[in-house]
């Protein structure tokens, strides 16, 4: 067994001190849901482990006077499911996010460790990417913002540098007639890993759409944000051949693996249509916001 | 190594322990505290059988530190009857014979009454659902849900 310390920082700056200080085998613990998996597997043995639920940046949901949210990054998904207004507003969000594992998975699971951890197949993600969630970080150098999408930077690694924790997320405030979803396809019903993730965000206005953002997770090294897919939606009544387009985009966009899960012409074809299906959903739940 | 000093509440009870900074809560509850009730089926978050609550949420006890219990409060099986009196979920388990081997039965107790304590009136979908990180190698969970279903009835009528 190694030397491992385990420390519980009440402030920010005592966090970020402890986990600048441990250097590079230093870990986050937010609800352990993968770190705890890969200590076990002896994938991963910390010197420090920075456990970040006491400190109140990371653990608290705030709702800010433009109604946007400011959501912690080691909120639980149970947390965040019972929040009065945020599923509300950004009900594809708290679809990926609890999606994540079974009930007990729920109870500990984080948006933060869920991005952090890095794996393209992550569930919330692509939903924070079509959300248009901003990433707030604290390191020994100050704080900085950067968007969901520019955080990780392939599988299990992310652009954070050496002592800089990610402390919120941050969704904007929303127009009238704006909604989201995300939807999966997994082989089982439960307790799988996406092989397509997708998730949309968008605005209508008198039937035309006015504003998409899409998130695509398992078609690439990292989560997508697919571009050209929302440009095809912008603009469109959401009628059959804008569908098609932004379909045939994201399907383009796709560069993934071959496993045992999917191979890369079942990825890239599940990817357009998850994309309709999805958009579908956001369509309808937009109507009545 | 360092141990550390947690102070904790099990089971309604004041506790103090000593743990390894790497231990988990579930070899913390079965190595030092004697615990035994909480299982270890696989140790990654997949079966349940390791569930107990931390300030009344259901949690993987193999996914948690046991540093992590500090100032919190743990329930786990070995709380769930009063004494020689079985709660109402781990009597109609024997009466309807919802357990075969057993090894599964502390964690879907455990994970049942959390669903019950938040909302005493499921649909056997979200029985299911609540249910689906418990696996059973046994049962083949129609007993599992009918008897949490069928508590979940009497324990209304009991409240009237
Ligand atoms: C049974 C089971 C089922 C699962 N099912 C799914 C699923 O369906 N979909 C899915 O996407 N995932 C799934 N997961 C993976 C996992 O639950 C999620 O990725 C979860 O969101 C991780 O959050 P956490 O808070 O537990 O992270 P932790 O394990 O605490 O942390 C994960 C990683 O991120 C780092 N980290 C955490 N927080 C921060 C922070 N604030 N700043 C910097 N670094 C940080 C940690 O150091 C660690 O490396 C499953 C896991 C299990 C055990
Ligand atoms: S032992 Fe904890 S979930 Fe299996
Ligand atoms: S009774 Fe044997 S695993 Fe459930």
Redesign the interface.
């Given at each position: 067994?190694?030397?491992?310390?385990?420390v519980?920082p009440q402030t920010l700056d005592e966090a970020v001190g402890a986990f600048a200080a441990g250097g590079d085998d230093a870990r986050i613990?937010a609800?352990?849901?993968d770190l705890?998996?890969q200590?076990?597997?002896g994938v991963v043995?910390?010197g420090v482990?920075v456990?970040v639920?006491q400190v109140a940046e990371l653990t608290t949901i705030e709702e800010t006077a433009d109604s946007g949210f400011v959501v912690g990054a080691a909120v639980?998904g149970?947390a965040l499911e019972e929040h009065p207004r945020f599923g509300e507003v950004w009900p594809g969000v708290l679809e990926g996010f609890n999606l994540i594992?079974?009930?007990?998975?729920q109870?500990?699971a984080s948006l933060g460790g869920n991005l952090c951890n890095g794996s393209p197949a992550a569930d919330s993600v692509p939903a924070m990417v079509a959300a248009g969630a901003v990433a707030t970080i604290q390191g020994p150098d100050g704080q900085r913002e950067l968007p969901v999408e520019d955080i990780p930077t392939g599988p299990g690694s992310t652009c954070l540098a050496p002592g800089e924790i990610l402390v919120s997320l941050t969704f904007p405030p929303r127009p009238a007639g704006s909604s989201d979803a995300y939807l999966r396809m997994i082989p089982r019903t439960?307790?799988d890993i996406a092989v397509v993730g997708v998730g949309v965000s968008l605005t209508i206005e008198d039937g035309v759409c006015t504003a998409a953002r899409v998130g695509v997770g398992a078609v690439a090294p990292t989560v997508l944000l697919v571009e050209d897919a929302a440009k095809a939606l912008i603009g469109s009544k959401l009628d059959d051949a804008a569908l098609d387009a932004a379909a045939g985009a994201c399907s383009a966009a796709c560069n993934p693996i071959d496993d045992k899960r999917g191979t890369v012409a079942y990825r890239t074809k599940v990817a357009g249509v998850l994309l309709k299906r999805t958009t579908e959903i956001a369509a309808e739940r937009a109507q009545g916001a | 190594m360092a141990k550390i000093h947690v102070t904790t509440k099990i089971n309604g009870e004041p506790i103090e322990f000593l743990c390894d900074p790497s231990e988990t809560m579930l070899d913390a509850l079965r190595n030092e505290l004697g615990l035994t009730g909480s299982k270890e089926g696989c140790g990654s978050g997949d079966c349940g059988a390791c569930s107990i609550t931390l300030d009344d949420r259901l949690v993987c006890s193999c996914l948690m530190l046991a540093a992590e219990a500090e100032g919190k409060e743990i329930n786990t099986i070995e709380g769930m009857a009063e004494g020689e009196n079985l709660h109402p979920l781990q009597e109609k388990f024997l009466e309807e014979a919802a357990l075969q081997c057993g090894i599964c039965t502390p964690g879907m107790l455990v994970a049942a009454k959390a669903l019950l304590d938040q909302n005493p009136n499921p649909t056997e979908t979200e029985v299911r659902f609540w249910l689906a990180g418990n696996l059973c190698r046994c049962t083949g969970y129609d007993k599992i849900i009918r008897a949490v279903l069928d508590t979940a009835a009497e324990m209304r009528e009991a409240a009237q």
């Open positions: 067994m190694t030397d491992t310390q385990y519980a613990l609800g352990g849901t705890l998996v200590m076990e597997a043995s910390p482990i456990d639920k639980s149970a594992g079974s009930t007990q998975i109870g500990r439960e307790m | -």
